[in-house]
């Protein structure tokens, strides 16, 4: 995976390695329960990651916090 910068333009961010463009889509990751109150994880689970990563995969979401 190529790492993310500030391109030289100052204005744009793009992938180290190749110099191509990238536009960062993304969103936050909360706890299906509660929503509207934003909880984050209390416990951590690798199924429930890896299931959530897919769905914003299919979504073309590239970035997460």
Same mark, same amino acid.
């Given at each position: 995976?190529?790492?993310?910068?500030?391109?030289?333009?100052?204005?744009? %961010?793009?992938?180290?390695?190749?110099? =191509?463009?990238?536009?960062?889509?993304?969103?936050?990751? $909360? &706890?299906?329960?509660?929503?509207?109150?934003?909880?984050?994880?209390?416990? %951590?689970?690798?199924?429930?990651?890896? =299931?959530?990563?897919?769905?914003?995969?299919?979504?073309? $979401? &590239?970035?997460?916090?």
């Amino acid at each position: 995976m190529e790492k993310v910068r500030v391109s030289a333009d100052r204005w744009n %961010f793009e992938l180290e390695g190749s110099g =191509r463009f990238i536009s960062p889509i993304g969103g936050t990751m $909360l &706890n299906d329960q509660h929503p509207g109150q934003g909880i984050l994880f209390h416990d %951590f689970d690798a199924s429930d990651c890896d =299931r959530r990563f897919g769905i914003m995969s299919e979504l073309g $979401l &590239n970035c997460l916090r």
